[in-house]
């Protein structure tokens, strides 16, 4: 019953044991995943610190990094937590193998106490021999076998605990060098937070004072972003009239293949009929011509969606939603889609997602797709946009193309290279939309 007891015992404790370590590898995952991001957004920092030191780049890149500081300071607030419950999961089960070995050692001793006392061969012979029948006697050989067995495995149980125990202050010891770890780890992020805020609300002192200017960079990044808008939705309304208009032309071609089709079987209809109404000679031959068989005429949906081909590339787009490359390989995201405040107030809606890079990295396509659209919105800065079936990319703010329009990209091709934004750092505004309608960008891209 004992060996049974420690057994049961022993996987409970080795599921816990096994899902406290699967969640301390998550939360170690995602510690590892926000450190490089903070690596990210500082390398950017220090690249750009010029340029960013009084703009509203500067700020947002700054808060991005201030919350990606939050972030992890969160993750290690959880590893604590985990800390502390496997600390204490972790000394309950030793003061239960405490407790489990008082009572092992106890019966042990008694049933030594027992086997001294009774340790000649005229007790044991004796015991057997007052047996008041030959299966009495049998019995209580075998109990005797059974109770030296027993013992044995007293001093095994005993052994395997011991064991165990040991096992769990290791553990012990291991998690709590680990919270120390991690709690100098804390401070030192909780220090590194408090500099990049205090370096934030300078910036935002900053950019306070120079209201009038503000107000003019806003305006100018407002005004280009709907130069970049109208050109996207432009291209976008051509992609889809001219899809149309192939539709139209096939359907029209089709419904000639087909009137041409009900003609013939009407002409070849008259003449049997007319051959019917004439009874042939005994000496002819009557030839049966084989009528002619109409062809499946398929007829093109009465939607604007796009042809066959494209609706399966769309469904493929489709099927990858949330696990889309990064148009860029390192950057972070200085404005997200939707409406975004300034310090000063001012609201604007952003109709994709702005990322910070560095000035010339590589700007790669999410998705195969054709470009539809190479433009020039501002002196040597160009946008693409790219068609995936019914789905539509765009990647605004490049120098350096290398791609024109009508060409077949694929996955993670290089388009062309960041430029600098209006306020002098690398970024580029990546869009994305359905047809007419925008959508959130980050909701597509895989998690970083």
Same mark, same amino acid.
């Given at each position: 019953?004992?060996?049974?007891?420690?057994?049961?015992?022993?996987?409970?404790?080795?599921?816990?044991?096994?899902?406290?370590?699967?969640?301390?590898?998550?939360?170690?995952?995602?510690?590892?995943?926000?450190?490089?991001?903070?690596?990210?957004?500082?390398?950017?920092?220090?690249?750009?610190?010029?340029?960013?030191?009084?703009?509203?780049?500067?700020?947002?890149?700054?808060?991005?990094?201030?919350?990606?500081?939050?972030?992890?300071?969160?993750?290690?607030?959880?590893?604590?937590?985990?800390?502390?419950?496997?600390?204490?999961?972790?000394?309950?089960?030793?003061?239960?193998?405490?407790?489990?070995?008082?009572?092992?050692?106890?019966?042990?001793?008694?049933?030594?106490?027992?086997?001294?006392?009774?340790?000649?061969?005229?007790?044991?012979?004796?015991?057997?021999?007052?047996?008041?029948?030959?299966?009495?006697?049998?019995?209580?050989?075998?109990?005797?076998?059974?109770?030296?067995?027993?013992?044995?495995?007293?001093?095994? !149980?005993?052994? +395997?605990?011991? /064991?165990?125990? %040991?096992? $769990?202050?290791?553990?012990?010891? #291991?998690?709590?060098? =680990? @919270?120390?770890?991690?709690?100098?780890?804390?401070?030192?992020?909780?220090?590194?937070?408090?500099?990049?805020?205090?370096?934030?609300?300078?910036?935002?002192?900053?950019?306070?004072?120079?209201?009038?200017?503000?107000?003019?960079?806003?305006?100018?990044?407002?005004?280009?972003?709907?130069?970049?808008?109208?050109?996207?939705?432009?291209?976008?309304?051509?992609?889809?009239?001219?899809? !149309?208009?192939? +539709?139209?032309? /096939?359907?029209? %071609?089709? $419904?000639?293949?087909?009137?041409? #089709?009900?003609?013939? =079987? @009407?002409?070849?209809?008259?003449?049997?009929?007319?051959?019917?109404?004439?009874?042939?000679?005994?000496?002819?031959?009557?030839?049966?011509?084989?009528?002619?068989?109409?062809?499946?005429?398929?007829?093109?949906?009465?939607?604007?969606?796009?042809?066959?081909?494209?609706?399966?590339?769309?469904?493929?787009?489709?099927?990858?939603?949330?696990?889309?490359?990064?148009?860029?390989?390192?950057?972070?995201?200085?404005?997200?889609?939707?409406?975004?405040?300034?310090?000063?107030?001012?609201?604007?809606?952003?109709?994709?997602?702005?990322?910070?890079?560095?000035?010339?990295?590589?700007?790669?396509?999410?998705?195969?797709?054709?470009?539809?659209?190479?433009?020039?919105?501002?002196?040597?800065?160009?946008?693409?946009?790219?068609?995936?079936?019914?789905?539509?990319?765009?990647?605004?703010?490049?120098?350096?193309?290398?791609?024109?329009?009508?060409?077949?990209?694929?996955?993670?091709?290089?388009?062309?290279?960041?430029?600098?934004?209006?306020?002098?750092?690398?970024?580029?505004?990546?869009?994305?939309?359905?047809?007419?309608?925008?959508?959130?960008?980050?909701?597509?891209?895989?998690?970083?």
């Amino acid at each position: 019953m004992m060996r049974v007891f420690l057994s049961i015992m022993f996987c409970c404790l080795f599921v816990a044991s096994t899902q406290a370590q699967a969640n301390t590898q998550e939360l170690e995952r995602q510690r590892q995943q926000l450190k490089k991001e903070i690596d990210e957004a500082q390398k950017l920092l220090d690249k750009n610190k010029q340029a960013t030191q009084q703009s509203l780049s500067g700020y947002y890149m700054i808060s991005n990094k201030v919350n990606l500081q939050d972030r992890l300071l969160n993750v290690i607030e959880k590893d604590l937590h985990l800390l502390d419950d496997n600390i204490y999961t972790i000394q309950k089960d030793i003061n239960k193998y405490d407790r489990l070995l008082d009572t092992l050692k106890q019966e042990y001793a008694k049933s030594m106490v027992y086997a001294y006392k009774n340790r000649g061969n005229y007790e044991f012979l004796n015991f057997i021999f007052s047996a008041d029948n030959f299966n009495d006697a049998i019995k209580r050989i075998a109990y005797l076998k059974s109770y030296r067995t027993f013992r044995e495995m007293q001093g095994q !149980n005993i052994l +395997r605990t011991q /064991e165990l125990r %040991r096992k $769990k202050l290791e553990d012990l010891g #291991v998690s709590k060098k =680990k @919270k120390s770890l991690t709690l100098d780890e804390q401070n030192k992020e909780l220090e590194e937070l408090a500099k990049q805020k205090n370096e934030q609300s300078k910036i935002v002192a900053q950019l306070k004072k120079e209201g009038k200017s503000l107000n003019a960079s806003i305006a100018a990044k407002q005004k280009q972003m709907k130069k970049v808008n109208d050109a996207v939705k432009a291209a976008i309304a051509k992609a889809i009239k001219d899809e !149309n208009d192939r +539709r139209i032309a /096939e359907e029209k %071609r089709l $419904k000639k293949i087909a009137d041409e #089709v009900a003609r013939l =079987k @009407k002409v070849e209809d008259a003449k049997n009929a007319t051959a019917t109404n004439v009874e042939p000679k005994k000496t002819d031959v009557v030839k049966t011509k084989t009528p002619i068989k109409e062809p499946t005429v398929k007829t093109a949906p009465a939607t604007s969606d796009f042809n066959t081909e494209n609706v399966a590339l769309n469904a493929s787009f489709e099927r990858n939603r949330g696990s889309l490359p990064w148009p860029v390989d390192n950057g972070s995201v200085l404005f997200h889609y939707g409406p975004n405040k300034y310090e000063s107030g001012t609201t604007w809606i952003n109709e994709g997602v702005t990322i910070a890079t560095s000035i010339g990295a590589p700007v790669k396509a999410v998705f195969q797709g054709t470009v539809i659209l190479v433009a020039e919105p501002e002196d040597g800065k160009y946008m693409v946009t790219v068609k995936h079936g019914n789905y539509f990319t765009s990647y605004v703010n490049l120098t350096g193309l290398t791609v024109k329009t009508n060409q077949e990209v694929t996955t993670g091709q290089v388009l062309g290279r960041a430029a600098a934004n209006l306020d002098g750092i690398g970024a580029i505004d990546f869009k994305s939309a359905k047809g007419y309608t925008d959508l959130d960008p980050e909701k597509w891209l895989r998690r970083r």
